[in-house]
């Protein structure tokens, strides 16, 4: 079974720095989705950035980026020019392309960013 | 576009009770599911449809009960409520297929049970 890890519950940084939160996740499949979701106080899920695992470049939005480590199983967001409005939970999220999945998905445990004027 | 509703946003109670979540989206997706979320455990599959009359278990079935009568609705039906199920829950929903990645969330329901 496909596992996700958040192995930092909590993570600060400074307004208009950059930090990065960690994300690592176990599987025997080759072809799958990886996720970036945002939940602020108002406990919506926001999507913030996906990535094919087939796809050797590193999926970037705006100010969000990934480093996508197949070999490494490693999934990490970046956050440049932090912004006090990022802060939120950050949770990593799997999905298999497995028909019988379900196409559900995995999630990490979360971490929670907080952002220092 | 409304998008995912869930109802009611909020809701308390007691150990035994039954009651129904609702949920409904209105942009004709196949693919309907249902979350819980718990602190330090991020968000767990209860169960999902990939069409009318269609449903399957998640991770943690147990308790609950689906259908899938419409392509607009799909309620989370608690039979005998228990403390252990006081959480937070997500109805999403997305398109089916590959390249239909994105999946929309509701606002969540916030539940206790006493």
């Known amino acids: 079974a496909q596992t996700v890890t958040q192995s930092q519950p909590e993570m600060s940084v400074q307004e208009a720095e950059t930090v990065t939160l960690s994300c690592t996740y176990d599987?025997?499949?080759?072809?799958?989705?990886l996720f970036w979701y945002k939940q602020p106080p108002s406990r919506q899920m926001i999507l913030v950035i996906r990535?094919?695992?087939?796809?050797?470049q590193n999926a970037t939005e705006n100010r969000f980026s990934v480093n996508f480590q197949k070999a490494a199983k490693s999934f990490s967001l970046k956050i440049s020019d932090s912004q006090l409005g990022d802060a939120a939970m950050y949770f990593c999220a799997y999905r298999s392309l497995i028909y019988n999945q379900g196409g559900k998905l995995i999630f990490g445990q979360g971490t929670e960013l907080s952002v220092k004027p | 576009n409304a998008g995912v509703t869930q109802t009611p946003k909020f809701q308390v109670l007691k150990t035994g009770q039954s009651m129904t979540l609702q949920c409904a989206q209105d942009m004709n997706h196949e693919y309907m599911s249902w979350y819980r979320q718990d602190p330090g455990m991020g968000l767990r599959l209860i169960h999902y449809?990939?069409?009318?009359?269609?449903?399957d278990q998640g991770e943690v079935p147990n308790g609950y009960n689906v259908s899938r009568s419409t392509t607009e609705d799909f309620p989370l039906r608690l039979l005998s409520a228990a403390p252990s199920q006081t959480s937070v829950y997500f109805c999403a929903s997305r398109e089916t297929g590959r390249t239909n990645e994105k999946l929309f969330f509701g606002s969540g329901t916030q539940l206790s049970v006493l």
């Open positions: 990535q094919e695992a087939y796809k050797q």
């Open positions: 449809s990939v069409g009318a009359g269609i449903t």
């Open positions: 599987t025997s499949e080759s072809d799958y989705y």
